[in-house]
């Protein structure tokens, strides 16, 4: 089976322990993200599945009108707002996602909000380098108002 996974920026998936079991499919993971259908449509062309580890590339009417051999299209998590599933289920391409924990997501942004007001990082660093509290420690959050925009569930 051909597989192809875009935009693993970070290289990641070569690490992953479950890549192994990939060994006897031709696997081509590309680390870098573009946007133009025409390199999309090159590079998906002889794919038979699909992993996308990002929600960055849309898989559109006219890609997937343009992938004879795609069989299955697998999103590592729920969203699938990029991909048009009605080409899919008309194009005989099967959408599968992974489960994941949407609270993750919630739990790790509040975990950069307080990082960033109360200066974590820099802390660490001056820690690090053998001083104790160089600066004030950030802001206190006791009081304020935060508004928080988000998408999804």
């Not at 060994?23 to 794919?47: M, P």
């Not at 004879?68 to 099967?94: F, M, W, Y």
């Not at 509040?110 to 053998?130: D, M, N």
């Not at 104790?132 to 999804?152: A, D, E, M, R």
């Amino acid at each position: 089976m051909k597989i192809v996974i875009p935009d693993d920026y970070q290289n990641a998936v070569r690490r992953l322990d479950c890549f192994s079991k990939l060994t006897d499919h031709e696997v081509t993971i590309y680390n870098d993200s573009t946007k133009d259908v025409r390199t999309l449509i090159d590079r998906f062309q002889d794919a038979d599945a699909l992993v996308l580890i990002r929600e960055r590339t849309r898989i559109t009417k006219q890609i997937l009108d343009s992938l004879p051999n795609l069989k299955l299209i697998a999103q590592t998590g729920r969203g699938i707002s990029h991909i048009d599933t009605e080409t899919c289920e008309r194009n005989g391409v099967t959408i599968s996602f992974g489960e994941g924990d949407p609270r993750s997501t919630a739990e790790l942004t509040w975990a950069l909000i307080l990082s960033a007001t109360r200066k974590i990082p820099q802390e660490v660093a001056s820690l690090k380098s053998g001083h104790w509290q160089t600066t004030p420690i950030g802001t206190c959050l006791f009081g304020k108002q935060l508004g928080v925009f988000g998408y999804g569930k």
